[in-house]
């Protein structure tokens, strides 16, 4: 069973810039595609960014050159790197795991961007 754990969420003002992280425990994590989903209320949830290798990432349109998703292998941890946010930002973030013996997500951590 994979679990996962979010941190770093906060308030913060438009420009600021906040770190999440995500630890996950359980399973094979060097395996496994990690995201990074947001969920504003009223909408569905999206993805933000995805990191398949260190090499290998995926990022939305409206984050691009703002944020940077990062993983390590040996801590089991993928981070996501947030500078210039907008209060557009402001969401329920989540972390997922998912590979082919799995897709797990993790209770959310809030970033709400206001001044």
């Known amino acids: 069973q994979v679990r996962l754990v979010e941190s770093g969420g906060g308030l913060v003002q438009p420009g600021g810039s906040l770190r999440l992280s995500c630890a996950a425990s359980g399973g094979i994590f060097s395996v496994a595609t990690m995201g990074w989903y947001r969920q504003i209320p009223g909408k569905e949830r999206e993805l933000v960014a995805d990191?398949?290798?260190?090499?290998?990432?995926v990022y939305a349109d409206f984050v691009k050159g703002r944020f940077t998703i990062s993983r390590d292998n040996a801590k089991k941890m993928v981070n996501l790197q947030m500078n210039s946010l907008k209060p557009e930002d402001t969401a329920v973030y989540y972390c997922?795991?998912?590979?082919?013996?799995?897709?797990?997500w993790g209770q959310g951590t809030q970033v709400t961007v206001s001044s």
């Open positions: 990191i398949t290798s260190p090499t290998m990432s």
């Open positions: 997922r795991w998912n590979s082919g013996l799995g897709d797990y």
